[in-house]
């Protein structure tokens, strides 16, 4: 018997990521901010959904000494580039046919989110909360409230799944369960995972 009804992923880093062996290292370290833990605030707002494309484009060429140009090229390529995680694709379609509930709760911007939708792996989503709809992020307790109150979650039958500590910690003070990601090593992740879900090796 699963110990719970609702499984909530992350995106980046837990189900989406480009893997930086396919690109070269200027390209890789123009984004090198997104392993800091903390966000600068330009990237925090533009997932906040305060902010629009063409001004975190003058962010991020002021941030990398770079013209705007090549801000727009770098981060449109960053978008397109997104890969769905072999590991989670397999995983949440194991808990699908287990028959959970499967929701989204993320920090991610407009372009991008509008890009992984379109991603077949999101079809298996029964609800999500993403911040550049709602204005709030992640570690914020609000974002957290919005997706248990829309989809009527019950904390002690969720289970959160982030690759960020703080995010997981928040969850936890709601009395979620909480797995703490390693976007590095996502097939031992996803392995423990499901064990813990599922009850299997």
Request: glycine share 4%; proline share 4%.
């Amino acid at each position: 018997m699963c110990r719970y009804r609702n499984i909530v992923f992350d995106l980046g880093g837990v189900l989406f990521a480009r893997d930086p062996r396919k690109f070269e290292r200027e390209f890789v370290e123009f984004f090198s901010y997104i392993y800091l833990p903390q966000m600068p605030k330009f990237w925090e707002d533009y997932d906040r959904g305060v902010v629009s494309y063409d001004e975190v484009l003058t962010s991020l060429s002021e941030y990398n000494s770079c013209s705007r140009d090549l801000a727009d090229t770098n981060l449109r390529r960053s978008i397109i580039t997104q890969e769905a995680i072999p590991s989670t694709v397999e995983l949440i379609e194991e808990l699908k046919r287990a028959q959970l509930r499967l929701y989204v709760l993320s920090n991610m911007s407009l372009e991008f989110i509008e890009f992984l939708r379109q991603q077949p792996v999101y079809r298996h989503f029964d609800g999500e909360v993403v911040s550049c709809e709602e204005h709030v992020v992640k570690p914020e307790a609000e974002i957290y409230a919005r997706l248990e109150s829309r989809y009527s979650l019950i904390p002690h039958e969720t289970l959160f799944i982030d690759d960020r500590r703080a995010n997981v910690e928040a969850a936890r003070e709601r009395g979620w369960h909480g797995y703490h990601f390693d976007a590095h090593n996502p097939e031992q992740s996803c392995a423990e995972l499901k064990s813990l879900i599922l009850g299997t090796e």
